[in-house]
């Protein structure tokens, strides 16, 4: 299934660089959870997830065309 992906701040680093790019998933089934797993992006770096628009947990199933959108956590002074 392929989908739009956009990581933001500095979450781009797991990314390929442009923002959104597309990123093709060869599992039949995914959620959130396995799909930051196959980012290699550690969970503690993560905020929340949107998809579509909608913030969603980690359980959440994607689907093929979805949009995912990973925010990670933000500290200022």
């Avoid at 680093?13 to 039949?28: D, L, M, R, T």
């Avoid at 089934?29 to 579509?52: G, K, Y």
């Amino acid at each position: 299934m392929k989908i739009t992906l956009k990581l933001r701040g500095p979450l781009k680093k797991f990314g390929p660089g442009a923002e959104p790019f597309g990123y093709e998933i060869k599992q039949e089934s995914c959620n959130v959870e396995q799909l930051l797993e196959l980012l290699d992006i550690p969970r503690t770096a993560i905020s929340f997830v949107s998809v579509n628009g909608g913030k969603v947990d980690y359980s959440f199933t994607i689907s093929d065309g979805d949009s995912v959108v990973v925010y990670p956590h933000v500290a200022g002074g």
